[in-house]
């Protein structure tokens, strides 16, 4: 599920793989395994990606439909 969820936020915003594995500091290639689920994602890269996109680790897990973070 966040396999789906990290790429359909990045498609929503217009972006393409190699601009998002920019921000991270990664390959686009190490990005790629992410979004296929052929790698775990890690902890930091998680958080990293929950705050560039505004949304909550729990929305990313799919432990909540609100992308809502609490404050």
Known sequence: MIYTK??????DRDLNQTQV????????TGYSKYET???D???E?????ADFYGVSIDFLL???NNPKRNK
């Open 6 to 11: 990290i790429r359909d936020l990045r498609e």
């Open 21 to 28: 594995a920019t921000i991270l500091g990664m390959s686009q």
């Open 37 to 39: 689920g052929e790698n």
């Open 41 to 43: 994602i890690p902890t």
């Open 45 to 49: 890269i998680l958080i990293k990606l």
């Open 62 to 64: 799919g432990q909540t």
